[in-house]
Structure formats: structure tokens, C-alpha cells
């Protein structure tokens, strides 16, 4: 928890108060955060290699389509910057995303949380590597099998996906729920999704009423049947997730208990220490 307590005693602050002053400007940039984090995790673990930019010879993580819509690299960038003039050589690109993370779940009203820190940041960033993100076509067991592979039970896959409390989804990713009648979807609620699809596949429709507040109203739009992607509604039709969702819509405080508990034990996922990894003096850039 205090791994940079001697040699970057002002990192946290630092990384904080650039999160906050962004949120300001723009506070969809929360949700950005906390999925920018998720998909550096699930990928060879939290080690920031969704932040490398793609070069001549390799086409990295944030390339692939389902990491094209990923925002808010100026805000890592912005905080790295601010640490390099502080304490050169010290804070991991990997631990500003996962300290961004929290602070923006923070901001929009979440869980306080503490997390360890002393993520290296990685080497390799390939497009291939991204085939381990959960696609929102995704059924609960291939779901649970997922989530399950990197050591989480369904009740924290449940909770993760409640960080869909934040921002939007794009309209390629739930479309197709529209051609064919999904029994699962509310007709009332269809016909609003239907609406925000006439614009095209760049539509952007808010998962719940609050997209820029941390709540539980996501989880009482599942049972209203207004689930946005498939992946999130299958979780209330499923039998086996559908009373960790019921638990959830009622008791807000559980939600955040369980989710700041799953966050933690993401943020640790496969984490790079000592030579296995290094510390960027760029984040879009290996050493």
C-alpha cells in the first residue's frame, strides 16, 4: 500500500488531482478510466500494456476493436508527465491506471478503496492478446468461464459488471438484440434503443438513467428488463446470477462492498515485479 511512501511521497495526489480536474471537464471520462484499467488487466495482466501505441512492427492492445472505443490515455499521460518531473524513473504507467481507476469510481460517487502498488509495466502489447476480453455477445456461463479463468467467482463477475453503473455503450455492441425480438429486453425499452440506433453504430446509449454516477441503478434496470448489452441482462435471466443482481438492486451498500473487494483482487491480476517488468518513462512507449 505504501510503496511509494519514501521515493514518490506526493504520487497519489498527483494522480488524483489530475483525475479530478479532468472529470471536471468531462466526467464520461470515469467510466473510460475504470474500463481502460479492466482491459489492461484482463490483458497479460495490469501492467499497462493497453496504453503502447502501435508501431511499424506491431500492432498493440489498443488497435483492436474492441479497445478502439478506450478513452482517456491524456489523463495517464497528463498524470505520468506530472510524476516524471516529480520523481523520475519511480510511478509505473500500470499503477497510475489502476490508481486512476479508483479515484474516478471515487469521484462519480463510488467506494473509497486502497490498493497495493509496485505493478512493473510490461513489454509486449499485441493485438492477438486481446482475443481474453469478454465480448458484450457473451453468455453468463461464458461469462462466469471468462471471469472464472482469472480466478474470480460469479458473485464478483456479477459485481465487476456493475461498474456499468458508469458511462455508455456503443450501438454495434447491442444491435444486434434489435433485429431479432430479444425476450429479454423490455418492448418499451427496445423502442429506445431502436431510437438511439437510427443515428448509426457510433450511437451512444447510457446502461443506466445515472451514467455518471456511481450507483446500483444498473443493476435495478436488469431487473426492469433494460439491460443495454446482452452480457448484462443475461445476468438477471440466469437463475444462478439472478439473486446476486436482486441483492445488489436492494442493498447498494453490498454492491460496493463486493465491488471494491472484486476491484482490488482485478488490480492484481498477473502483475509484473522486479526485472520481469520495468518502469516507462513513456506510457505509450517500451523503455
Known amino acids: ?7 514518490c511521497p506526493f504520487a ?6 489530475t483525475v479530478n480536474r479532468a472529470l471536471r471537464n468531462d466526467p464520461t471520462l470515469a467510466a473510460a478510466l475504470v474500463r481502460m484499467h479492466f482491459h489492461d488487466c484482463f490483458v497479460e495482466g495490469c501492467d499497462g500494456s493497453v496504453l503502447i501505441d502501435s508501431t511499424k512492427d506491431n500492432i ?9 472505443s478506450l478513452r482517456g490515455y491524456e489523463v495517464i499521460d497528463d498524470a505520468k508527465d506530472q510524476l516524471e518531473e516529480q520523481c523520475p524513473g519511480i510511478v509505473s504507467c500500470a499503477d497510475i491506471v489502476a490508481m486512476a481507476a479508483r479515484d474516478a469510481i471515487f469521484w462519480a460517487g463510488g467506494p473509497v ?10 513489454r509486449r502489447s499485441k493485438i492477438e492478446d486481446t482475443i481474453n476480453l469478454p465480448f458484450p455477445s457473451f453468455n453468463t456461463s461464458e461469462l462466469i468461464k471468462a471471469f472464472g479463468q482469472r480466478g474470480f467467482s460469479a458473485q464478483e463477475m456479477v ?3 456493475g461498474a456499468h453503473t458508469l458511462g455508455v455503450a456503443r450501438c454495434s455492441s447491442f444491435k444486434a438484440r434489435l433485429s431479432n425480438t430479444d425476450p429479454t429486453l423490455d418492448s418499451d425499452f427496445a423502442k429506445t434503443l431502436s431510437k438511439t440506433c437510427s443515428t448509426g453504430d457510433n450511437a451512444e446509449q447510457p446502461f ?3 451514467p455518471n454516477t456511481f450507483d446500483n441503478f444498473y443493476f435495478n434496470a436488469l431487473i426492469r428488463k433494460n439491460g443495454v448489452l446482452f452480457s448484462d441482462q443475461v445476468l438477471y435471466t440466469t437463475p444462478r446470477t439472478r439473486a446476486i443482481v436482486n441483492g445488489y438492486a436492494m442493498n ?20 509484473k515485479e522486479g526485472s520481469k517488468g520495468e518502469v516507462r518513462e513513456n506510457c505509450r512507449k517500451i523503455n
Open 208 to 210: 443506466d438513467t445515472t
Open 60 to 68: 498493440a492492445e489498443k488497435d483492436s476493436p474492441g479497445n478502439l
Open 113 to 122: 478503496y486502497d490498493i497495493p502498488k509496485g505493478r512493473k509495466d510490461g
Open 12 to 17: 497519489e495526489s498527483i494522480i488524483k488531482n
Open 1 to 7: 500500500m505504501d510503496y511509494y511512501i519514501m521515493s
Open 252 to 271: 447498494q451498500a453490498m454492491f460496493f462492498f463486493d465491488f471494491l473487494q472484486a476491484m482490488v483482487k482485478m488490480g492484481v491480476l498477473d502483475i
Open 159 to 161: 459485481a465487476l459488471s
